[in-house]
């Protein structure tokens, strides 16, 4: 019996395993089976879990509590920054600047929110920079608040994970309820809303090919890589027929003549405007007339090819075939020829049957070579991460130099490495299964570690007034959506499915996005703003978690 009540209560590095696993899988258990018309707090159940085990006496060694905090938060943040750099710096572009900048509105009307409340009700700085993290439920911000803390004080204060724990359930509940409040508001009718972002799609892109024979006199003597500008589209030939009845495969450089004739790949829409370079025909059905126009997936897997430029690789004119776009972490790019190819790298290719066969042996298309991941960049980034969180800097108007922190190190390094890795020919891909492993791995120490940390207060610290910072929590959460929510709508005018998914990734809440998602099987809308935010959100949360600790303590 001593020795069952020791494996509970005891001290030392293995009772503190035992016991901080025990708690990460009762809160995963609890993620799976509490559930409220659909909405639960997901792995935050393990902080709660932590915080009753704590309460009733169960104490992690404070090496281990220090190490499982730290550890586990390094790894969650870099894996989001591997998640989300290679889209980071191109969330800019394609109309994401308007989404960014009223996400950005949204993130720091919530840190103005919260000094205020500091201001008029007294309460301490930390203790809000707690609750504003509980209220956005956004982890690293906590965890950057937290190590800055430390870094300044070299204390630990158990209000700020207090603060969190309070307002983070409400928090989850009042971006899906403003998100509600917004449909009713507005009076939205989602059939009405689809129908309008189909209208606004216009008629969707389709691939095909179309048989011309050269008539315009400005065809004469050019190349084919005139033909895009003449047009004033993207297209590609893939066959070319000379008036005597010569088949040749041409390239960027083959020059054309008027009588010549050509099959081109062009988007469907643009159909029309190809007969700016002659009238419709057809080519002979021979053999090479019969191969059929195909559309392939084909995934980077040769390693040789991590950090090639698109345009080095002569696709077009070696291959005659068009790479249409390429997916890389759940991200849709355009496939520009500065674009650096990475490995994992999904391709989309169109082209003839038998030039689509030869791409897959080009790019590798063996998805076995990408199941071993590459530690050693991994570790590699991780040290730079740590590095990088540790180097003072100093700022004007600040008491002593300013530190990235370990997390803001880490989010910086994993970003700028899967970004710019591949041109250092430096290895950063991750299955999509192996990123999601580090990145529970780490949330769930972390969580567990800090709960720990906080349970022995939390209790006393809610009967004692704690309970004021739910409201405080909930007002954070819903005053600085609904200002920009009805700004985007009004005078943004964004249609609502966007709208949902800028509020959803602005305070980077998975529960959210999967309402909005569920809203419309239409149109995508919501997962992309959401992914066009959510890079820039997750930095500026981790950075103004240091600031308003550092500004305002």
Known sequence: MNWFNSLFFGTGVPHSIFILTIAIACGIYLSHRLKFKGITLGITWILFCAIAMSHFGMHLDPVVETFAKDFGLILFVYSIGLQVGPSFFSSFGQGGIKLNILAVSIVFLSCATAYLIHLFSGEDIATMTGVLFGAVTNTPGLGAAQQAFTDITSEVNANIASGYAMAYPLGVVGIITVILAMRWFFNIKIDKEEQRVAAENGVQKEIEYIDILLANPQVEGAHIRDLSQLCHMDLIVSRLVRPDGEDELPDVDTVLHVGDRIRVVVDKENEKSILLLGMETSLPTDSKAQAHLVSRHVVVTKAELNGKRIGDLNIRATYHVSITRIRRAGIELLATRDLRLQLGDRITVVGEERAVDKI??????????????????????????????????????????????????????????????????????????????????????????????????????????????????????????????????????????????????????????????????????????????????????????????????
């Open 360 to 553: 897959e042996n080009l790019f590798g298309n063996s998805t076995k070579r990408l199941d071993v991941p590459n530690l050693a960049s991994i570790f590699l980034g991780l040290a730079l991460g740590v590095a990088a969180g540790l180097v003072p800097i100093a700022l004007p108007g600040l008491a002593q130099p300013f530190k990235l922190g370990i997390a803001g190190g880490s989010l910086i390094i994993a970003i700028l490495m899967s970004r710019f890795g591949p041109k250092m020919h430096i290895v950063t891909y991750t299955t999509s299964s192996a990123n999601l492993m580090i990145r529970e791995i780490g949330i769930a120490m972390f969580l567990a570690a800090v709960g720990f940390g906080a349970g022995k207060t939390f209790i006393p610290t809610l009967l004692d007034g704690g309970y004021v910072w739910i409201g405080y929590g909930v007002i954070i959460t819903l005053l600085p959506l609904l200002i920009v929510g009805i700004i985007g709508r009004v005078w943004m005018k964004l249609d609502y499915f966007s709208l949902m998914g800028l509020l959803a990734g602005s305070t980077t809440n998975p529960p959210a996005l999967a309402y909005s998602t569920t809203v419309s099987s239409a149109n995508d809308r919501a997962a992309v703003a959401y992914s066009t935010v959510y890079p820039l959100t997750m930095f500026l949360r981790v950075l103004t978690g240091q600031l308003m600790i550092l500004l305002f303590l």
